[in-house]
Antibody, heavy 118, light 108 residues
């Protein structure tokens, strides 16, 4: 059974950066994909992009590509998303979700609340 | 950019059938996935590849596809099914993921 666990809540000031981690367990292979999704309060799910944990390949949504970076630590089966230039509009829950493909999101983390406030 | 369209809300009485539609130009060529999200929780995969139900998902949830529209059907709706439902697909190159705007299901 695949399980996905995310890091805890963060509070950041405008202009700062935030780095959220996501650890997946239960896969027998390392070549899986980790997607990242943002959800502002009361709003829809917004896809940010994905990283292939095995080879490091990434794909970013055009809405985030200028200020988001995905990375991974294969030894710890942990993926990271770092979002820079935070504004109040980035106050949201960030989810990671994993699958074996780039077009679907099978197993979701519990979400990480990022609050941007001065 | 590619968009998926869902109705903002659907209301049904317990025991009735709820149908939530999702439309998009490429849906006749691309798989659709459905997720259920309850307040304060992460989304859960309900339907994969238009019609497949992952293990552990109740049989009352089903998916169907016709042309550029797909439908999530919930038969015999229960109070616990009250949630937001999102459809999701990919662009023509299977590179970018796109979500619908979400549908709030209210059980009267």
């Amino acid at each position: 059974q695949v399980q996905v666990v995310q890091s805890g809540a963060e509070v950041k000031k405008p202009g700062a950066s935030v780095k959220v981690s996501c650890q997946a367990s239960g896969y027998s292979i390392t070549s899986y994909v980790m997607h990242w999704v943002r959800q502002a309060p009361g709003q829809r799910l917004e896809w940010m992009g994905w990283i292939n944990v095995g080879n490091g390949n990434t794909k970013y949504s055009q809405n985030f590509q200028d200020r988001v970076t995905f990375s991974r630590d294969t030894s710890a089966t942990t993926s990271y998303t770092e979002l820079s230039g935070l504004t109040s509009e980035d106050t949201a829950v960030f989810f990671c979700a994993t699958s074996l493909g780039t077009t679907n999101l099978d197993y979701w983390g519990q979400g990480t609340l990022v609050t941007v406030s001065s | 950019s590619y968009e998926l369209t869902q109705p903002p809300s659907v209301s049904v009485s317990p025991g009735q059938t709820a149908r939530i539609t999702c439309s998009g130009d490429a849906l006749s060529r691309k798989y659709t996935y459905w997720y259920q999200q309850k307040p304060g929780q992460a989304p859960v995969l309900l339907i994969r590849r238009d019609t497949e139900r992952p293990s552990g998902i109740p049989e009352r949830f089903s998916g169907s596809s016709s042309g550029t529209a797909v439908t999530l059907t919930i038969s015999g709706v229960q109070a616990e099914d009250e949630a937001d439902y999102y459809c999701q697909s990919a662009d023509s190159s299977n590179t970018y993921v796109v979500f619908g705007g979400g549908t709030k299901l209210t059980v009267l």
